[in-house]
T-cell receptor
Framework: ETGVTQTPRHLVMGMTNKKSLKCEQH?????MYWYKQSAKKPLELMFV???????ENNSVPSRFSPECPNSSHLFLHLHTLQPEDSALYLC????????????FGPGTRLTVL | DQQVKQNSPSLSVQEGRISILNCDYT??????FLWYKKYPAEGPTFLIS?????DKNEDGRFTVFLNKSAKHLSLHIVPSQPGDSAVYFC????????????FGAGTRLFVKA
């Protein structure tokens, strides 16, 4: 495996479910990111981890809970989501801060019923 | 309030002609700008960047122009090819901004054969 991978690619969940999104990067990068992309809206930065430490939390509701056990893995735990949380969730990584190119995964298409 | 704006949601261009994608920003502290390209079912991929100390950066068929006084940048693709059909995101950050890159909403480019 190379680059940034995300699983699952598609997820449908009810508002009472608990699910997790997984991201893995095979690039030896130190920083990992979660973004949300809603239809016709800019990519919204949600969380940033640098060397496993959270450096950015962009006022994200607590129903989204990130976890970064090591520099290669990033999770987004989801619980009691709302239909408006339906979106494409993209993971990215970079060597250093955002002056370095970010490498994105293919995303998880989330639908909340 | 969007700090990075791409006011054209879509653009259609004939193969072989020039494609010009525009981006405006409001934050005068931005000093580094990037363009990403996204195909369906894939994550965005880095295309080209420009630092605020320059007004032009060229890479093959892709050239980015920066007009700091107007807070405007543009991506020129010449000649356009059908494989260039994708969504193009403009992004900006600051050298002191840490890990926070601000993205525009994207412009969908159609290159007709």
């Amino acid at each position: 495996e190379t680059g940034v991978t995300q699983t699952p690619r598609h997820l449908v969940m009810g508002m009472t479910n608990k699910k997790s999104l997984k991201c893995e990067q095979h690039l030896g990068h130190n920083a990992m990111y979660w973004y949300k992309q809603s239809a016709k809206k800019p990519l919204e930065l949600m969380f940033v981890y640098n060397f496993k430490e959270q450096t950015e939390n962009n006022s994200v509701p607590s129903r989204f809970s990130p976890e970064c056990p090591n520099s290669s893995h990033l999770f987004l735990h989801l619980h009691t989501l709302q239909p408006e949380d339906s979106a494409l969730y993209l993971c990215a990584s970079s060597q250093g801060d955002t002056l370095d190119t970010q490498y994105f995964g293919p995303g998880t298409r989330l639908t909340v019923l | 309030d969007q700090q990075v704006k791409q006011n054209s949601p879509s653009l259609s261009v004939q193969e072989g002609r020039i494609s010009i994608l525009n981006c405006d920003y409001t934050n005068s502290m931005f000093d580094y700008f990037l363009w990403y390209k996204k195909y369906p079912a894939e994550g965005p991929t880095f295309l080209i960047s420009i630092s605020s100390i320059k007004d032009k950066n060229e890479d093959g068929r892709f050239t980015v122009f920066l007009n700091k006084s107007a807070k405007h940048l543009s991506l020129h693709i010449v000649p356009s090819q059908p494989g260039d059909s994708a969504v193009y995101f403009c992004a900006a950050n600051t050298r002191t901004g840490g890990f926070k890159t601000i993205f525009g909403a994207g412009t969908r480019l159609f290159v007709k054969a």
